[in-house]
């Protein structure tokens, strides 16, 4: 069973920057870990994934350039960093853990609790 939990979210002014962490426990390596976020009255989209056992990342293009996702198996944390924040980033945003590295948030079978990103 793997657990997700998710942290550094927060307030921040347009063009500002935050970064998010996603710290998980039990086995992940065989997963793709993702960020996703979803907005009040939208779908969750996916924004950034990564195969945890290693592998090119892919970024969605509406954060392209702005946002980068890494990772430090070793600590088993997933990072979020995310620069010139505009207001439409504002979101609750979440980590996941599935078997397909899609945008597609059903094939993602575990889900962090979410932190929210507000920019104003």
């Known amino acids: 069973h793997v657990q997700l939990v998710e942290s550094g979210g927060g307030s921040v002014q347009a063009g500002g920057s935050l970064g998010l962490s996603c710290t998980a426990s039990?086995?992940?390596?065989?997963?793709?870990m993702g960020w996703f976020r979803q907005a009040p009255g939208k779908e969750r989209e996916g924004v950034a994934r990564i195969w945890s056992s290693g592998g090119s990342p892919s970024i969605a293009d509406s954060v392209k350039g702005r946002f980068t996702i890494s990772q430090d198996n070793a600590k088993k944390t997933l990072y979020l960093q995310m620069n010139s924040l505009k207001p439409e980033d504002t979101a609750m945003y979440y980590c996941?853990?599935?078997?397909?590295?899609?945008?597609?948030?059903?094939?993602?079978?575990?889900w962090g609790q979410g932190t929210q990103v507000t920019v104003s």
């Open positions: 039990g086995y992940t390596y065989s997963y793709c």
């Open positions: 996941a853990a599935g078997t397909r590295c899609t945008w597609e948030p059903r094939w993602y079978n575990y």
